[in-house]
């Protein structure tokens, strides 16, 4: 029965488990959390040397938690409460109690968070930060986007072309692919920032 739980476990919620199995959960999570922290105690990570970092809400109200994963084998090897700089000190202990050594991390992957980013630097100071593709392009957008809206005060020609500047050009459609190169033929400030964006090359 408990190898049954614990391999549901890997892709159900706990009460979907105990509603297939007519348990009550509390037995569910005593047999996840018995196993899990078995298999903890014996996880080896003295050779994780890549993570990245980033958080996510866990309930309502405004409660999150941070993950670290291994980039070299895309598992999450840390959970813990919270998104501020302290997650990256209970990271360390963790990772040094399972055979780790801080000066390894040679590279981490994260947010812009200023948490994040003065956690790193205080505990993996050899360390260097990469921010991630995904929030570089969010800041990138809203900076063209809000070049557009206060260019088309004057041009109205930009209206309703938000979505052109801010797709990736091999998903724009022929109709939008027109528009864009009409637009590129005008000396528009819109214009020169998307062109920033394509010299960075990341969509």
């Known amino acids: 029965m408990d190898a049954m739980i614990v391999t549901m476990a890997q892709s159900m919620q706990i009460s979907e488990i105990a509603r297939e199995i007519d348990e009550h959960d509390t037995r569910i999570w005593r047999v996840v959390n018995h196993y899990t922290e078995e ?88 360390a260097s930060i990469t921010f991630d593709k995904f929030h570089v392009m969010k800041i990138v957008n809203e900076g063209i986007d809000a070049v557009r809206r206060e260019e088309v005060a004057t041009t109205q020609c930009l209206k309703n072309t938000r979505y052109i500047w801010l797709k990736n050009p091999d998903n724009l459609t022929e109709k939008q692919k027109i528009t864009l190169g009409s637009l590129k033929d005008m000396n528009l400030k819109t214009v020169r920032a998307y062109n920033l964006k394509l010299s960075l090359q990341i969509f």
């Open 39 to 126: 298999a903890r105690s014996r996880e080896d990570l003295s050779d994780v040397t890549v993570i990245g970092i980033d958080e996510t809400s866990c309930t309502k109200g405004h409660k999150y938690v941070t993950l670290v994963v291994d980039f070299d084998t895309s598992r999450v090897i840390h959970v813990c409460g919270g998104k501020d700089s302290s997650t990256l000190s209970s990271f360390k202990e963790d990772y040094q109690i399972h055979g780790g050594n801080p000066d390894n991390i040679y590279s981490v992957c994260c947010d812009m968070s200023p948490a994040f980013i003065s956690g790193i630097q205080t505990e993996f100071p050899s």
